[in-house]
């Protein structure tokens, strides 16, 4: 039986597919060209879909010359009756990278249909990173070169300044966008590798310098930190704070940190080394003097740890340049043996401002100072002091709350108010 069945399946399908062809009208083709690129050539591909019946010829022109590499064509039928045709024109990789115009002409049942298409990639610039490359027999560095287009350039390699003795030769990728990636590595010593050393790749491309630099062996962080609140008050000296921490002692005691204002260099000066418990990173803070003048017009400043390209900005936030407002809250009652007063400086938009406090005339105590807190139509900061009730009861002790901020005609001349003992809730202008 299995003989007469295959052949009524035969005729079955020959029927079905004759019934098909039997229904589809004549509809023309419709044309697009794609790029088709793989390690060993490039071509573009000409799609014919969506046609009937199934001949037709088709005639490739590069630049209005004839394509010498025209690929026969190849059909594809699907279930509505249809054709699809492909065909590919090969070019070389000099043709590709120029300013080259692909036209694809197809004629079917006597109608010329033509495609033409310009793939020339504009220039674009690559992007670097540094990855380490280990394996049982060697140690490298590889400089990967991504997404750039046209394909050639130049690379350096440097190992703390010096140029790399063993440097491979480029490799080349390139992709369905036409876009090219390159790969370079340079080979280090195990000894090399295990030492604090700073690898530079360096790629010339269309004229321009496109650099990276790691450090496998340590990290570092920079972070800015806003004036010291004290010497503001004791010294009227803007003191900022650019803490380095790493992982590494000998990179941490090596940093060098450079700021600067208005591009114009500032005087440091270099604290020691600390390991905070509870961490593994040791600190290292340079204390960075800053003109009061400059600090308080919102001058950046910029600090710099020295070939390293790290770099971090501060400057001081002067808000709406009115004066703010202030008052000191005191309690109505007391009933235990310490006192909390409450400064509160508003505007509405505040900048920064800088909250100390006295009692009578000792020295500039620091109170615990809130985040800025937003309100409908201002922003508050408050600064919170704890007394014992002797020296709150005391009428000789004046409780003062001080206050630096940028509107001020004297730097050196807080602004001050000051709440005596046993007086009501006391708002004060000026």
């Given at each position: 039986?299995?003989?007469?069945?295959?052949?009524?399946?035969?005729?079955?399908?020959?029927?079905?597919?004759?019934?098909?062809?039997?229904?589809?009208?004549?509809?023309?083709?419709?044309?697009?060209?794609?790029?088709?690129?793989?390690?060993?050539?490039?071509?573009?591909?000409?799609?014919?879909?969506?046609?009937?019946?199934?001949?037709?010829?088709?005639?490739?022109?590069?630049?209005?010359?004839?394509?010498?590499?025209?690929?026969?064509?190849?059909?594809?039928?699907?279930?509505?009756?249809?054709?699809?045709?492909?065909?590919?024109?090969?070019?070389?990789?000099?043709?590709?990278?120029?300013?080259?115009?692909?036209?694809?002409?197809?004629?079917?049942?006597?109608?010329?249909?033509?495609?033409?298409?310009?793939?020339?990639?504009?220039?674009?610039?690559?992007?670097?990173?540094?990855?380490?490359?280990?394996?049982?027999?060697?140690?490298?560095?590889?400089?990967?070169?991504?997404?750039?287009?046209?394909?050639?350039?130049?690379?350096?390699?440097k190992v703390n300044d010096t140029n790399c003795s063993r440097q491979s030769k480029l490799e080349y990728k390139l992709n369905a966008e036409g876009l090219y990636t390159a790969y370079s590595l340079c080979k280090v010593s195990s000894e090399t590798w295990n030492t604090n050393t700073e690898y530079t790749c360096e790629a010339t491309h269309q004229g321009k310098v496109i650099r990276v630099k790691k450090n496998f062996k340590s990290k570092l962080t920079l972070t800015l930190k806003p004036p010291i609140e004290r010497e503001l008050f004791v010294n009227n000296k803007v003191v900022l704070e650019a803490v380095v921490s790493g992982d590494d002692l000998e990179t941490v005691i090596e940093a060098s940190v450079l700021c600067k204002v208005k591009n114009e260099p500032v005087t440091s000066v270099v604290g020691n080394i600390d390991f905070p418990e509870g961490t593994s990173q040791f600190i290292r803070t340079h204390y960075i003097f800053v003109d009061t003048e400059k600090w308080f017009d919102g001058e950046m400043v910029t600090c710099s740890i020295r070939d390293r390209g790290i770099n971090q900005e501060i400057h001081f936030d002067k808000g709406d340049g009115k004066k703010p407002s202030v008052v000191i809250y005191i309690p109505d009652t007391i009933h235990t043996d310490t006192v909390s007063l409450v400064c509160e400086v508003t505007s509405p938009k505040l900048g920064d401002v800088y909250i100390f406090w006295k009692v009578g005339n000792g020295l500039y105590i620091k109170g615990s100072t809130s985040a800025p807190i937003q309100r409908d139509n201002s922003i508050s900061v408050l600064s919170i002091l704890t007394v014992s009730k002797q020296y709150y009861e005391d009428p000789r002790k004046t409780i003062t709350c001080a206050i630096k901020h940028a509107n001020m005609d004297n730097i050196g001349s807080p602004l001050q108010v000051s709440a005596m003992s046993k007086q009501p809730e006391c708002p004060v202008d000026y």
């Open positions: 039986m299995a003989g007469p069945l295959k052949v009524l399946g035969f005729l079955f399908w020959l029927f079905f597919f004759s019934f098909v062809r039997g229904q589809v009208k004549i509809q023309t083709p419709t044309l697009s060209l794609v790029p088709v690129i793989t390690q060993k050539s490039t071509s573009v591909m000409c799609v014919i879909e969506d046609y009937y019946p199934k001949n037709l010829t088709v005639q490739w022109e590069v630049n209005d010359t004839n394509c010498l590499r025209q690929s026969n064509l190849e059909y594809e039928l699907n279930a509505e009756g249809l054709y699809t045709a492909y065909s590919l024109c090969k070019v070389s990789s000099e043709t590709w990278n120029t300013n080259t115009e692909y036209t694809c002409e197809a004629t079917h049942q006597g109608k010329l249909i033509s495609v033409r298409k310009n793939f020339k990639v504009k220039i674009q610039t690559p992007t670097l990173s540094l990855v380490p490359v280990i394996t049982q027999k060697s140690t490298s560095v590889m400089c990967v070169i991504e997404d750039y287009y046209p394909k050639n350039l130049t690379v350096q390699w």
